[in-house]
C-alpha cells in the first residue's frame, strides 16, 4: 500500500531534527497486524507525481506547494526566518531596499491566527510599515514563503495596541 501524505507530524513520523526519517514504528506496526504482514510505503504527492510519470513542471510546482503547507506558522518560525524575510522585502524592488531597512529596526513579537505582529521602537517607524504601500510588500513574502493569506500588525515597543491590517480580499481603497 502507498500511503499518500504531507503530514509531518511526530506522532506519524521518527524525526532527526525537524525533518521525518521514517514512519514510526508504531504506525508500521499496527499496519502489518491488520494486512497479514503487509507493508506500506508513506510518500508525499510530488513523490507519487514522479513514479507514475508526470511532467517534470507538474511534480516541481506541486513540491513547491508541498514546501509552502508544511513551513511552520508560529512565532519561533518567523524569527528564524526573519533574516530571510528581510532579504527577500529587500530584493522586492526600489521600496523594499527601504522596507528593509526598516525591518532592522523591527522585531516579530507574536503570531496570533495567520497574523504576525511585528514591533518597533520608534513611533515614525510604526506608522511607515503601516502604510499600505509597505504592508503590501511585507505581507507578499510573507504568503510566499507560508502559503494562504497574510496579515501583520505593526506597534511601538510597549504597548498593547494592535492595528491589524487585513488583506484577505486585497488591500483597502
Not at 95 to 106: C, S
Not at 107 to 134: C, K, M, W
Amino acid at each position: 500500500m502507498v500511503l499518500v501524505t504531507g503530514e509531518t507530524k511526530s506522532d506519524w513520523w521518527h524525526r532527526s531534527g525537524d525533518e521525518g526519517i521514517y514512519p514510526r514504528y508504531e504506525l508500521v506496526d499496527e499496519y502489518r497486524r491488520h494486512s497479514n504482514g503487509q507493508s506500506f510505503h508513506v510518500v508525499p504527492l510530488s513523490v507519487l507525481l514522479e513514479k507514475v510519470g508526470a511532467s517534470k513542471e507538474t511534480v516541481e510546482d506541486v513540491r513547491r506547494e508541498e514546501l509552502e503547507v508544511s513551513r511552520p506558522l508560529s512565532l519561533s518560525a518567523i524569527v528564524k526566518d526573519w533574516p530571510l524575510i528581510r532579504s527577500q522585502v529587500k530584493a522586492s524592488g526600489n521600496i523594499g531596499r527601504r522596507v528593509e531597512a526598516l525591518l532592522q529596526q523591527t522585531d516579530p513579537v507574536a503570531v496570533i491566527a495567520r497574523t504576525v505582529v511585528l514591533a518597533t521602537p520608534y513611533e515614525f517607524h510604526r506608522n511607515r510599515l503601516s502604510s499600505v504601500e509597505v504592508t503590501e510588500v511585507i505581507i507578499s513574502v510573507l504568503e510566499a514563503l507560508y502559503g494562504g493569506p497574510m496579515n501583520i500588525s505593526v506597534t511601538s515597543h510597549g504597548t498593547d495596541d494592535l492595528d491589524v491590517l487585513s488583506f484577505d480580499d486585497g488591500p483597502p481603497v
